[in-house]
């Protein structure tokens, strides 16, 4: 291998090049090739990507393309045009101009590039070694996205390769163009309240007060972790306290174990019920007792069956239930 090959692998390590399928299959060279022409040439160019060029001598190229030195001698006439005497002393090398056009676009673009970062380093924190604010020129502004950022098409080698360029603002550059945020800094974000317990410090005020105010203080953990999931604005704390409020006198007239548990009444929501009305309310609306129980809540520990006894067991299931 020559000193110009070597110093060609040596440059230029993108390990790909872009390959326009389209453009490709309907590349006028490439449309005249036989099947097995047109998977060594694609062989061919992936070798001479990596390597720098491929051989001349037909026996490494059957080698190259898993075929016989034969079957190379047969299709090289189609492949031929392709693949030109490589621009350099070595004469036993062969090369796709197109395809070496390209490699010297991405290695110019790679390149500029860097430059473009280290400028931007440079003018960022040490503005002082090259007496530059940290000001940005229009032309520092733009960069180039991609060296083939343009479809393959047809050219004079019939490669079916083709490159181009664009240009866009950088996105390193601030809106106004005065200051320049360096790739190497990390994203900006808002800071995040600090939790206690999986609570911010105003829940863990708020969780506080309103647990004070409940009418059954047990199971504080998931009572709490409930809370932090309902309760995260001021609006739907007042919800809730005004609620609490509304419903500890019925609640608080109920044996402890008919009263539901803080985090089973905030997961389902409780704050929204409608109220109901107190129990000796509806008890003084309840039809008279039959002549056996003669309205009396229970007989012998149990209700009576009367219309009376039947509206109570109703009413302690409702009750219970809520």
């Not at 051989?55 to 016989?68: G, H, V």
């Not at 002082?128 to 479809?151: C, F, Q, W, Y």
């Not at 985090?263 to 002549?291: H, I, Q």
Request: hydrophobic share 35%; with cysteine; charged share 25%.
């Amino acid at each position: 291998m020559s000193q110009d090959e070597k110093s060609t692998k040596h440059l230029f390590k993108a390990p790909a090049f872009q390959l326009y399928a389209k453009e490709f299959l309907q590349d006028e060279a490439v449309i005249a090739m036989e099947l097995e022409a047109v998977g060594a040439y694609i062989i061919l160019l992936c070798h001479q990507w990596t390597e720098g060029s491929i051989p001349a001598d037909p026996a490494l190229l059957a080698r190259i393309c898993r075929t016989t030195p034969e079957r190379i001698e047969a299709i090289w006439p189609q492949l031929a045009v392709q693949f030109p005497r490589k621009e350099s002393h070595n004469a036993k090398r062969l090369a796709n101009r197109k395809l070496e056009v390209i490699r010297k676009e991405r290695y110019n673009f790679n390149a500029t590039q860097t430059q473009h970062g280290l400028n931007g380093a440079a003018a960022r924190w040490h503005p002082e070694r090259n007496g530059k604010s940290n000001e940005i020129s229009d032309s520092d502004r733009l960069a180039h996205v991609t060296p083939m950022g343009s479809a393959w098409g047809s050219d004079s080698s019939g490669s079916g390769i083709g490159s181009g360029s664009e240009k866009v603002k950088n996105i390193c550059a601030s809106p106004d163009g005065n200051a320049r945020v360096s790739v190497d800094d990390p994203p900006i974000e808002a800071a995040k309240p600090k939790l206690v317990d999986g609570l911010t410090a105003q829940q863990d005020s708020w969780f506080t007060e309103w647990w004070k105010a409940y009418w059954l203080r047990k199971a504080r953990k998931p009572a709490r972790k409930a809370f932090g999931k309902q309760c995260k604005t001021a609006a739907r704390f007042a919800e809730i306290m005004a609620a609490t409020r509304a419903q500890s006198a019925e609640m608080l007239g109920r044996e402890p174990q008919h009263r539901p548990y803080g985090a089973t009444w905030l997961n389902a929501e409780r704050w929204r019920d409608e109220d109901l009305p107190p129990a000796a309310e509806v008890r003084a609306k309840l039809p008279e007792g039959c002549e056996i129980c003669r309205g009396q809540p229970f007989i012998d520990g149990a209700r009576c069956r009367c219309a009376r006894g039947r509206a109570l067991n109703a009413l302690d299931h409702q009750h219970r239930a809520a």
